[in-house]
């Protein structure tokens, strides 16, 4: 019998990626069940960290902290707390970093944050960090932890030139970053460009693309908008027609997201970094397309081998 070959045809692969996954924190007793029944289900995959968001402005810094301590207790992950200049000190993040720290938090995801509502611009508080290079900077003069940074593949919406850009990234590697994250984009092309770029500019820090898995078209299409994130044409064909067909739409998602990590795998991409909205099914999927899966328990190990 002729043995049959997929487009997922794990022979393709160069070697099973490594992921993460991110998470905000919950507002609500509800959705905190729904963020550990998430969390509960991807741990599993032996994640290399899960981050936990801020709120616009900081907003949930305290649910935020709370949280991290909590999946580190509770599931013993390796979580990433988010940080950013926005509304607070430098005096108040280092003493909000050291509790962190002395939590046994080693991972932070050090941003300079959005503008508060009301706000069309980012404006540091008076004795804050000006920018996620000097939050950088300061954060490593805490502790030496572990610092991933936000990078930008299609430019940041506020940078004055594409260049800019890049320098403001040189100078977070510079000031201690570990790894970049990109924002979420959907074209190939998009990553392999930016990183060019940054290889012609002598960037050697990791870069680590996000996969943002598609469930809701005209909130993604109106998020995109505003972070300076494309949606190309083709995306739009994909979801015409199934706003109101809920499981088409994640078999969709899983599709295009499973699709966009099985070619970046083969440009060399080696990790990967999920924005999850608190939804673990199509990030539990794809992962399973990309040859990521629980261990079997015990028993069933035993009936294979037997």
């Known amino acids: 019998m002729n043995s049959l070959t997929t487009p997922w045809d794990r022979r393709a692969f160069p070697a099973t990626p490594g992921v993460s996954f991110e998470f905000f924190p919950p507002g609500t007793p509800e959705m905190e069940q729904k963020l550990w029944q998430a969390l509960e289900r991807l741990a599993p995959l032996s994640p290399r960290f899960v981050s936990v968001t801020y709120g616009a402005g900081g907003t949930t810094r305290q649910r935020t902290h709370d949280t991290v301590v909590a999946i580190h207790r509770r599931l013993g992950l390796r979580p990433a707390a988010h940080l950013t200049c926005v509304g607070a000190s430098r005096t108040e993040i280092d003493a909000i ?36 290079a000097e939050l950088v900077a300061g954060l490593k003069r805490v502790a030496d932890f572990e610092i991933s940074v936000a990078a930008h593949p299609e430019v940041h919406p506020e940078a004055v030139s594409p260049q800019a850009d890049l320098d403001n990234l040189k100078r977070k590697m510079e000031a201690g970053a570990t790894r970049a994250i990109t924002q979420y984009f959907f074209d190939i092309d998009v990553f392999l460009r930016f990183r060019d770029r940054l290889a012609a500019n002598k960037i050697g820090l990791p870069v680590i693309p996000g996969i943002l898995p598609v469930t809701n078209f005209a909130q993604v299409k109106k998020f995109s908008a505003r972070c300076g994130a494309s949606v190309p044409p083709w995306l739009a064909d994909f979801f015409e027609g199934v706003d109101d067909d809920p499981e088409t739409r994640k078999l969709v ?44 328990p015990a028993v069933q190990e035993r009936a294979i081998g037997a």
């Open 97 to 132: 970093a050291e509790r962190y720290w002395e939590a046994g938090i080693r991972h932070i995801v050090a941003l300079r944050g959005d503008a508060p509502d009301g706000l069309s611009h980012f404006a540091p508080h008076p004795e804050g960090y000006a920018s996620a």
């Open 253 to 296: 998602a899983a599709h295009v997201a499973g699709e966009q990590c099985r070619m970046l795998q083969e440009e060399g991409v080696t990790e990967f970094h999920f924005y999850t909205l608190n939804r673990p099914e199509l990030a539990r999927a794809i992962c399973r397309l990309l040859g990521i899966r629980p261990p079997l």
